[in-house]
């Protein structure tokens, strides 16, 4: 099974800066027939469902603000936001879903 | 715009079955890969299972395995998680979500169900 580690457990970042997540998988996630990064990135804010930042390791699904941006490939990924702003508090994982089964990384609590 | 419920009992005794549903409104199943992921309180996100919408095709984590059931309803657009002989390790949020992409489960998942919690306590 892979196994994915989020690092670091908890990030505390003022507002108006950058904050990074890293994702590290136990094996490779990219699909060599596609060149596809099979990894999502999810925000979670207390109460509420996560909800899909990125997917295929740097594609921003619509609607998310362009300050949020990953990058990464093969087993090390990067959840980036440029600018931290009061509403991006939140715990947020990454998940592979390259097999099954699938799993999510641990989260890190990103907090001002 | 499509929404996800999940429902079912809060409370379960040990060594009993957890029962839940997920109804699907405001769209289409067809074609689409349904999950079930849990989270422990104060924990991470940990994948259930999934199912085709038809109920052709399932699949389950492999911890999990030996005492989960999925189902599928088309007709009423419903999603059904049974857990079989739980514990306490089993109380968690039970959420059901969409796979994104058609006729496969090798994608994220972008619709999710707002939880349910399930507390295994007698």
């Known amino acids: 099974d892979i196994v994915m580690t989020q690092s670091p457990d908890s990030l505390a970042v003022s507002l108006g800066e950058r904050a990074s997540i890293n994702c590290k998988s136990s094996?490779?996630?990219?699909?060599?027939?596609?060149?596809?990064?099979?990894l999502a990135w999810y925000q979670q804010k207390p109460g509420q469902p996560p909800k899909l930042l990125i997917s295929?390791?740097?594609s921003r699904e619509s609607g998310v603000p362009d300050r949020f941006s990953a990058s990464g490939s093969g087993t090390d990924f990067t959840l980036s936001i440029s600018s931290l702003q009061a509403e991006d508090v939140a715990v947020y994982y990454c998940?592979?879903?390259?097999?099954?089964?699938?799993?999510f990384g641990q989260g890190t609590k990103l907090e001002i | 715009q499509v929404q996800l419920q999940e429902s079912g009992p809060g409370l379960v005794k040990p060594s009993e079955a957890l029962s839940l549903t997920c109804t699907v409104s405001?769209?289409?199943?067809?074609?689409?890969?349904w999950g079930w992921i849990r989270q422990p309180p104060g924990k991470g996100l940990e994948l259930i299972g999934n199912?085709?919408?038809?109920?052709?095709?399932?699949n389950y984590n492999p911890s999990l395995k030996a005492r989960v059931t999925i189902s599928a309803d088309t007709s009423k657009k419903q999603y059904s998680l049974k857990l079989s002989s739980v514990t306490a390790a089993d109380t968690a949020i039970y959420y059901c979500?969409?796979?994104?992409?058609?006729?496969?489960?090798?994608?994220?998942?972008?619709?999710w169900g707002p939880g349910t919690m399930v507390t295994v306590s007698s």
């Open positions: 979500a969409r796979v994104r992409t058609t006729a496969t489960f090798f994608d994220a998942f972008d619709m």
């Open positions: 405001g769209g289409s199943v067809n074609d689409y890969f």
């Open positions: 199912i085709y919408y038809d109920g052709s095709s399932t």
């Open positions: 094996q490779s996630v990219l699909y060599s027939s596609n060149n596809k990064n099979y």
């Open positions: 295929w390791a740097s």
């Open positions: 998940q592979h879903y390259f097999d099954t089964p699938q799993s």
